[in-house]
């Protein structure tokens, strides 16, 4: 069964610590996953592509990894702001798109 | 300039009411979507047009039921709407069928059935 579970549910940390948020997927055969944010009443923006030859990728404080042998994608959030408080949705593609159910982060003073 | 659009922001209505949600795309791209955010905030897609062809109609209710006037538009209309509808809708577009490209979303509308 093609799935995509994101952990933790939610998380809360102090600005301008690192956090990383974790996706784990069951989905065949893998094309590519995408990381999406998702600010309060908006529509998902999406972070970053990772596709199977590539390990890592940055754009600016966001880091994500991706090890296709385990299935298995992270996203890095270094230094973090209060305007990284948002939900973080991992969504992979195989024959169709997976979205996994989200990651609510809160970035608090 | 706003790349997706979608009206209205918020929608309060009674039951068995018949309601529509427009969307407009500036982007130039040839898909377009409708979505479904839960409370749970799963994303769950419901239509997908192609260049005004239907290419995805997964499991919804006929009573929801897309039109797409041109490439750049994908309204969405609900029949006899029942509380269980209630949800955020998002529009979404993307370059391509085929997902590889990134979806680029609308702010969503937020309907309430009372």
């Known amino acids: 069964k093609n799935q995509v579970e994101q952990s933790p549910q939610s998380l809360i940390i102090l600005e301008g610590k690192n956090c990383t948020l974790q996706?784990?997927?069951?989905?065949?055969?893998?094309?590519?996953l995408r990381w999406y944010k998702q600010d309060t009443g908006r529509g998902p923006v999406s972070l970053t592509i990772m596709t199977f030859s590539e390990n890592t990728k940055s754009n600016g404080r966001y880091t994500a990894t991706l090890d296709a042998d385990t299935k298995q994608s992270s996203l890095h959030i270094t230094a973090s702001q209060l305007s990284d408080s948002a939900s973080y949705i991992c969504?992979?593609?195989?024959?169709?798109?997976?979205f996994g159910p989200g990651t609510s982060l809160s970035v608090i003073p | 300039d706003t790349a997706v659009s979608q009206t209205p922001k918020y929608l309060v209505t009674q039951m068995g009411n018949d309601k529509s949600i427009k969307c407009e795309q500036n982007?130039?791209?040839?898909?377009m979507y409708w979505y479904k955010q839960d409370s749970k905030k799963f994303l769950k897609i419901m239509f997908s047009y192609n260049n005004k062809e239907l290419i995805i109609n997964e499991t919804v209710p006929n009573r929801f039921s897309p039109k797409s006037p041109d490439k750049a538009h994908l309204n969405l209309h609900i029949n006899s709407l029942e509380l269980g509808d209630s949800a955020v809708y998002f529009c979404?577009?993307?370059?391509?069928?085929?997902?590889?490209?990134?979806?680029?979303f609308g702010s969503g509308t937020q309907l309430s059935v009372l």
């Open positions: 969504v992979v593609k195989c024959d169709k798109v997976i």
């Open positions: 979404a577009s993307s370059q391509d069928r085929h997902f590889s490209e990134k979806l680029f």
């Open positions: 982007l130039g791209h040839d898909t």
């Open positions: 996706c784990n997927y069951t989905v065949s055969p893998f094309s590519n």
